[in-house]
Nanobody, 127 residues
Framework: QVQLVESGGGSVQSGGSLRLSCAAS????????LGWFRQAPGKEREGVSC????????YDGVSVKGRFAISRDNKQNMLYLHMNDLTVDDTAIYYC????????????????????WGQGTQVNVTS
C-alpha cells in the first residue's frame, strides 16, 4: 500500500526558511515525476513544483520561482521542498504527490495528473 508522509512544516516568520520532506513507503518513487502542491484556506489546491524521475528537470510555479527548490533522493525514496524567503502568502497545507504514468515536467502541475497523495503538512508564515 502506497503511503506518503510529509514533514517539516511549522510556523516561521516572514523571510524565513523551511525544508519540507516527503517519505514514501510501499512504493518506489524513482520512476515517477513527483510534485508539491499547497492549499490555503478557501482556495483551490495549487501546484507548486514538480521534478522528473531522474531529478534533472524541474518546474517551479511563478509564485515560488527563485525562492523554492524541489529535490529528490531516489535511493532514500524521499522528496524535498526547500523554501526560502517565505511570505504570508505561502501559508498553506503542503502536499506531496506522485504523478500518473506518462506525466512529464512541463505539463500543467494540476492535481488531476497526480494519483497518490500525502496527508499534508501545515506551513504558517507570520509577518
Amino acid at each position: 500500500q502506497v503511503q506518503l508522509v510529509e514533514s517539516g512544516g511549522g510556523s516561521v516568520q516572514s523571510g524565513g526558511s523551511l525544508r519540507l520532506s516527503c517519505a514514501a513507503s510501499g512504493y518506489t518513487l524513482g520512476s515517477h515525476c513527483l510534485g508539491w502542491f499547497r492549499q490555503a484556506p478557501g482556495k483551490e489546491r495549487e501546484g507548486v513544483s514538480c521534478i522528473s524521475a531522474s531529478g534533472h528537470s524541474v518546474y517551479d510555479g511563478v509564485s515560488v520561482k527563485g525562492r523554492f527548490a524541489i529535490s529528490r533522493d531516489n535511493k532514500q525514496n524521499m522528496l524535498y521542498l526547500h523554501m526560502n524567503d517565505l511570505t504570508v502568502d505561502d501559508t498553506a497545507i503542503y502536499y506531496c504527490a506522485v504523478a500518473m504514468p506518462g506525466y512529464g515536467v512541463g505539463w500543467p502541475v494540476a492535481p488531476d495528473h497526480f494519483d497518490h497523495w500525502g496527508q499534508g503538512t501545515q506551513v504558517n508564515v507570520t509577518s
